[in-house]
């Protein structure tokens, strides 16, 4: 058992050690092998500080927002037994399948989907994931748990993902479209921005700016309380390490104006 405590005044390569240092402990086999040697690529910033002068926040670029959530009760209340018992008797679409290419869904009781998926392995090994689902406008009670993060420049859509460890969300840019042998989803023509905001559980995502990037791709690891800033067209596929939940909160990007005018000139 060890405690690592420092400071980030080193270009936050000090919390990526950190989180190399967590991603080396139950989940080890789905973590980069070069870390923690190698600084991560997308940079964390400390949530509230986010609009300053110093900040890396610009919506062009990945951006980790370390604690936006910690303070939101559903970091604290949201679990698989708090979901049973306030709507375990609600209905819900569930992507189950072998793996996240190859899905049905199926429409089941929160309480089917915990206990078959959850709770325990369904027979045959299929994963239940209910992903890409707006729990929260079904059971309103839940928006007393979370707030809109407040880089969202516009009412977003907003998206629950609660699943097992193992499930995949294979690349694609937003909004979210899985395209699967029986299920196919259309993909609207608009592009959005996302916050994924991991409330329990831990994810790994990879992104790339576009299908032509030859780059490696910038590996994250999101933690629960921390969120993922991605831009509008920016691919990325999510791995949950744990079971997890997620929130996603979707927004089209603001129309670009043309500049305004400029001020007419008087003449004495
Ligand atoms: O968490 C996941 O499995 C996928 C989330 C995602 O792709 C999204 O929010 O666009």
Redesign the pocket.
Known sequence: MALFVAGDDDDARTSGYAHALHASLPYAASFPRDWPFTAPKVPRCYSPLRRGAADPFDYGAPVVLERLADHWPACRTWTPAFFSRVMGHRTVPVEVGAH?NDFALQLMTVNEFLSRHIFQTAPGGATG?L??HPLSSQVPLLQNDFAIPHVCESAPHV?V?I?PAG???PF?A???VVVSARAKRRSPAAR?R?V?VQIVGC?R?QLKQSQCDAAEDDVVLLGPGEALY?PDGWL?????LET?I?L???WPPPLALPPPPPPRQTTQ
């Open positions: 996240s994931y992903a890409q998206n993902w699943g499930t995949l969300t694609h937003d909004p979210c959005y996302n994924l994810k995502v991605i990325h596929q999510v791995a949950s997890s997620s996603s909160f979707w």
